[in-house]
């Protein structure tokens, strides 16, 4: 098992920019997936994006592709999301997720949540 604890949420203006951070406890980060979703009131939860073992791949979802980038350090066990250009839309509650296993990357279910971080964008 692995513990996830985002930070970094918070409330900004429309336009401008946060970087979540996702800090995985032990020393096995590198045998997992990453990824960061978020829940927006009254929306089911939903991939922002993930990112793989090294950090070598990355996939976005459209909502995201050009604003956010997902890096990983895997000397520091964390995960980042940085968010520029951010609107109204992107409030929610964003959550880091770990997928364990080998394979299909892209395909891996994520089976460890963190208890996510609160980020809301004002007009």
């Known amino acids: 098992q692995v513990q996830l604890v985002e930070s970094g949420g918070g409330l900004v203006q429309a336009g401008g920019s946060l970087r979540l951070s996702c800090a995985a406890s032990?020393?096995?980060?590198?045998?997992?997936?990453m990824g960061w979703f978020r829940q927006a009131p009254g929306k089911e939860r939903a991939l922002v994006a993930k990112i793989n073992w090294t950090g070598s791949d990355t996939y976005y979802a459209d909502s995201a592709k050009g604003r956010f980038t997902i890096s990983r350090d895997n000397a520091k066990n964390t995960v980042y999301l940085q968010m520029n250009s951010l609107k109204p839309e992107d409030t929610a509650v964003y959550y880091c997720a770990a997928a364990p296993g080998i394979g299909d990357w892209r395909k891996i279910e994520y089976h460890y949540w963190g208890q996510g971080t609160q980020v809301t964008v004002s007009s």
């Open positions: 032990g020393r096995a980060f590198s045998r997992y997936v």
